[in-house]
């Protein structure tokens, strides 16, 4: 199996940034899609950004497109989420996931693999 783990959350004012970091551990990192969703209190899960296993190709939500970046390091098995001009509406639990499948997954469904979640928190 897969282990991920999320860090990095916090308490942000609007219009300020954070950086998550996602850390995998078990079976090879670089053979998974990987991808961040989030989930508000009372809301679905939604599906927020996603990056190809060779880095290369990325996609994301209209919600964050712009504004949050999503990146990867094989080599030291780490995603990151760059969330710059942070909004209220990006108050959530951030998840970092995994997928095997081998084309972009944006999709809950599409993942195999999750980690426990990061609060993000943005006053207003």
């Known amino acids: 199996q897969v282990q991920l783990v999320e860090s990095g959350g916090g308490l942000v004012q609007a219009g300020g940034s954070l950086r998550l970091s996602c850390a995998a551990s078990?079976?090879?990192?670089?053979?998974?899609?990987m991808g961040w969703f989030r989930q508000a209190p009372g809301k679905e899960r939604e599906f927020g950004a996603s990056i190809s296993w060779s880095g290369d190709s990325t996609m994301y939500a209209d919600s964050v497109k712009g504004r949050f970046t999503i990146s990867r390091d094989n080599a030291k098995k780490m995603v990151y989420l760059q969330m710059n001009t942070l909004k209220p509406e990006d108050t959530a639990v951030y998840y970092c996931a995994a997928s095997r499948k081998v084309t972009l997954a944006t999709s809950s469904s599409e993942y195999d693999y999750w980690g426990q979640g990061t609060q993000v928190t943005v006053s207003s």
């Open positions: 078990g079976r090879a990192f670089s053979s998974y899609t």
